[in-house]
C-alpha cells in the first residue's frame, strides 16, 4: 500500500512537533531535579530550542505556500504571521528574552506576565492586550476580532500545521463544558492569589507552565490537531477563548435586551 505525498508529510511534521516538545518535557524534568547537572540540562536545551527554531521554518514555510494558495485567506494569515513570529521570534530575539512572548499570550492565557523575570515593558504590554484590547476587539467585532486575526497560538496553528488534518468539530463536545471554566477558574484564583501574596507566583508559575506545556504544547500538537483539527485547543481547552466567548454573549444578551425594550415601546 502506497502512501501519498500528503501522508509523508503529514508524519514528519508530527515527528517534527513530537521530538520537540518530547525534549521539552525532557528540559522541565531536568529544571524540576538540579541534581542532574548542568551538561545534560544544556543539551536538552539546545535541542529543544533547535528544534522550536526548524518547527518555526517550516510554519513559516507553510504560511508562504498557503498565502499563494488560498488568495482569499491571505490578509488573515499574513496578520496572524506577523502576530506569531514577532513574538515567538522577533521579539525574544531582539531582547534576547523569551518572556516577551507574554505580549499576545497575556492572561488568563499564561502568567509570564507577572513573572518577576518579565521586563516591565513587556509586563505593561501583556496587560494592555489581556484587559483591554482582546476584550474591545472581541465585544466589537466577536471571536474573529482577537481569536480568528491576533491570536498566535490556535489562531495561527489552525491556519498553518492544521490544515493538512482533518477537522471534527463535533468530536469530544462535551469536555467544552468542563476544561475550558475549570482552567479559566484556576488562572483566575491564581491571579487573585498573586495579587494578594506576590511570593505565591514562584510555585503558582510552576503549576501553570506545566498546565500549559501539558494542554497548550504537547496535547495540541502531538495529539489534538492530528486527530481533532486545528482549532482543537481553541475549542475544548483555552481559558482565554471561553473568557472572550463569555464577552460576545454579553453582547448579544445586551443587543437583544435592546431590541425587545424596542419593541415593547412600538407595541
Not at 515567538?88 to 509570564?112: A, E, G, K, M, R
Request: net charge positive; aromatic share 18%; hydrophobic share 50%.
Amino acid at each position: 500500500m502506497m502512501i501519498s505525498a500528503r501522508g509523508y508529510l503529514k508524519f514528519l511534521l508530527w515527528l517534527l512537533f513530537f521530538i520537540t516538545f518530547t525534549f521539552e518535557l525532557v528540559k522541565i524534568l531536568f529544571e524540576l531535579g538540579p541534581a542532574t547537572g548542568h551538561q545534560k540540562l544544556g543539551w536538552a536545551n539546545a535541542f529543544f530550542w533547535s528544534s522550536l527554531f526548524l518547527m518555526e521554518m517550516v510554519m513559516a514555510g507553510m504560511v508562504i505556500y498557503y498565502l499563494v494558495k488560498y488568495p482569499a485567506r491571505r490578509i488573515r494569515l499574513i496578520i496572524l504571521a506577523c502576530c506569531h513570529f514577532s513574538v515567538i521570534l522577533l521579539l525574544p530575539t531582539v531582547f534576547n528574552d523569551w518572556s516577551w512572548t507574554c505580549v499576545l499570550y497575556p492572561w488568563p492565557h499564561s502568567l509570564q506576565a507577572f513573572d518577576p523575570a518579565t521586563p516591565k515593558p513587556a509586563f505593561a504590554l501583556s496587560l494592555v492586550v489581556g484587559f483591554m484590547l482582546a476584550p474591545f476587539l472581541s465585544y466589537k467585532w466577536g471571536m474573529k476580532g482577537f481569536c480568528g486575526y491576533i491570536c498566535p497560538h490556535g489562531a495561527f496553528f489552525s491556519e498553518t500545521y492544521g490544515r493538512i488534518f482533518p477537522s471534527r468539530p463535533d468530536t469530544l463536545k462535551w469536555v467544552e463544558r468542563f476544561v475550558p471554566p475549570f482552567y479559566f477558574a484556576f488562572m483566575t484564583i491564581a491571579l487573585a492569589g498573586i495579587m494578594v501574596m506576590p511570593t505565591l507566583i514562584d510555585p503558582l508559575r510552576s503549576v501553570q507552565k506545566l498546565l500549559y506545556f501539558i494542554t497548550a504544547e504537547f496535547f495540541y500538537f502531538v495529539i489534538a490537531i492530528p486527530l481533532l483539527g486545528g482549532r482543537s485547543y481553541c475549542r475544548i481547552i483555552c481559558p482565554m477563548g471561553y473568557l472572550l466567548k463569555r464577552i460576545v454573549r454579553l453582547k448579544t444578551r445586551n443587543r437583544l435586551e435592546k431590541l425587545s425594550a424596542a419593541t415593547r415601546k412600538k407595541s
